[in-house]
């Protein structure tokens, strides 16, 4: 790492902890609880990979404290923010602080890199496939940027898909306006993370006893599918009476929170996730079968992806409901950090409209248009092939990573505030290479 980096990387850590300081405390989310209980119990949840659990228990000291999960967040993406920048860029680093402090604010940035979620990758792993795929970097960058992608891998499914998807935009924008192939090595690297990450979460779940598998949640993650899809009810008119699936003895779940984590669910009634597996692989067996249900499949996956791409804002953060008892990063918290408990009940989020993000959302939906608008206009006037290629390749994966992930599960807001900041700093960086080169 130059010495720039080295002096650059932890004012703009700091600065991408401003959400998480202003808050009182790192941000949270519902699932955060899950995370952690993963984490530090040593158990492998049904719905998601133990990864971010043990990135968690590493990096707050075994429990000592969760600001050092937020700071390593910080580190992390200062880093690989900083080196894309010294990659396209070469200095003005006054400028890269600048956005860096701008894009904390008012974009999903900031807010995502202080949050106890493995959201916190999605957008590392979208520009460290770039770099991989699109530059020709030193060998100590590309085990850098290969690691992040694996530990993308390895703390949300979702990587597995975003991951390969990114790669394969950056190779067909190269051969299109490049005219040729990209680096092999940089692509055997992102190609070898992704393998790499499957092969870990397969071999965590064969160390716990169940097999080589990905997840075994996926057969109900299916079922909330069709659920969500609305098929459930004219699929199960079709076929209960030639079957005994529990599912049939009471009226259908409204959606697939209700079928997966409802307290008088077919999931619940059955025991849990594992009781309720046998009868959830048996269903999807038949209703993949079904050219309704997956006609039904196809339009609520499309549906859901462009509706995605309209949940534009932060306001999902503020959740009273958070400090309750009850509420999974509460219970967490209080288990695996106690000591913190009195900071994380006096954070900004959980209180009673403390946590006023109206005028954040409004310029959010500001640096977003603008950016949108300059970023079409930057790639129409620019006669080099290479800022194209930047601005075009950062838009279409940042695309591809919100509505992805709508169309596997449902719109939520924060699949598009993660990776917005990409978004801005694209333009900013092609600007400023740009003005560079007028100079």
Not at 42 to 53: E, K, S, T, V
Not at 85 to 93: A, K
Request: proline letters at 7%; hydrophobic letters at 50%.
């Amino acid at each position: 790492m130059s010495s720039a980096l080295v002096r650059i990387v932890p004012p703009a850590a700091l600065l991408l902890l401003g959400p998480a300081l202003v808050n009182g405390y790192p941000l949270v989310y519902a699932d955060t609880g899950t995370y952690l209980t993963s984490g530090f119990q040593l158990g492998i949840p049904a719905d998601r990979p133990i990864g971010y659990g043990l990135f968690c228990r590493l990096f707050s000291g075994n429990g000592l404290s969760l600001w050092g999960v937020a700071i390593a967040q910080a580190l992390l993406t200062a880093t690989v923010l900083a080196h894309a920048w010294q990659v396209v860029v070469g200095r003005r680093w006054g400028l890269f602080l600048a956005t860096t402090a701008v894009l904390s604010a008012t974009t999903g940035l900031g807010w995502t890199t202080g949050r106890l979620l493995p959201d916190v990758f999605t957008p590392l792993a979208i520009v460290s496939t770039g770099l991989l795929v699109l530059t020709r970097l030193a060998w100590p960058w590309r085990l850098l940027h290969a690691a992040v992608l694996v530990l993308a891998g390895v703390t949300h499914f979702s990587h597995l898909v975003i991951v390969p998807a990114t790669l394969a935009i950056a190779w067909g924008l190269h051969l299109l306006l490049l005219r040729t192939r990209p680096p092999f090595i940089g692509t055997t690297f992102a190609l070898g993370a992704v393998v790499l990450s499957v092969f870990a979460l397969a071999a965590s779940n064969r160390w716990a006893g169940r097999g080589w598998e990905l997840s075994r949640g996926t057969p109900l993650f299916l079922l909330g599918r069709v659920v969500d899809a609305g098929a459930l009810p004219e699929a199960l008119a079709r076929h209960c009476p030639t079957t005994h699936w529990s599912i049939c003895e009471g009226p259908p779940p409204a959606d697939s929170r209700t079928l997966l984590w409802g307290p008088d669910g077919a999931v619940t009634r059955a025991g849990g996730w594992d009781a309720y597996l046998p009868e959830a692989r048996a269903i999807n067996d038949v209703l993949l079968e079904d050219d309704a249900v997956r006609a039904a499949l196809w339009r609520s996956a499309w549906r859901d992806g462009w509706m995605q791409l309209g949940r534009i804002g932060l306001d999902e953060l503020p959740q009273p409901w958070y400090r309750k008892p009850v509420s999974p990063p509460y219970l967490a918290i209080q288990q695996f950090v106690p000591r913190e408990l009195p900071a994380y009940l006096g954070a900004r989020q959980h209180g009673e409209g403390t946590l006023d993000l109206r005028a954040v959302n409004a310029l959010h939906i500001l640096v977003l248009g603008l950016s949108v608008l300059l970023l079409v206009a930057l790639a129409i006037r620019s006669r080099a092939a290479e800022p194209r290629l930047l601005l075009l390749f950062t838009l279409l994966a940042v695309l591809f990573a919100a509505s992805s992930c709508a169309m596997l599960s449902l719109p939520d807001q924060r699949f598009l505030a993660r990776v917005s900041g990409l978004l801005p700093f694209a333009v900013v960086m092609v600007m400023a290479a740009k003005g560079r080169s007028a100079a």
